[in-house]
């Protein structure tokens, strides 16, 4: 499974970070969590189809996905999970009424 590669724990880190800071619906919360949950997304290093060049790349014959764990593989994943679980349509949403919306993510270790 991905999510257990340095990858998918540090995106979820940063995704679970904007959840708690900048949806503050329960439901809504609840809604794009599951959405990324096994039930909904199929973490299996046999999906290349969704994640290929995201978290990593096929290098085996057998077509299974071998997981990265560069900056640029934190930052697809990321991406893919916020558009997947549709956080970056709701923070989108927020940039037009609020300029300060705070959609970054602190780097690691506080230090930009």
Known sequence: YLFRSSAALQALGAIG??????????IE????IEA???KKLDWKRSN??????????????????????????????????KTRCGLEQYLGQDDDSNPENGSEIPSAGGVE
Do not use: C, Y
């Open 48 to 81: 290349a189809k969704d994640w290929t060049g995201v978290i990593g790349q096929v290098k085996d014959e057998d077509g299974m996905v071998s997981p990265a764990s560069s900056r640029q593989a934190i930052d697809g994943t990321i991406n893919f999970l």
């Open 17 to 26: 970070f904007l959840l708690h800071t900048k949806v503050h619906e329960a």
């Open 36 to 38: 990324m949950g096994e």
């Open 29 to 32: 919360r609840q809604k794009m």
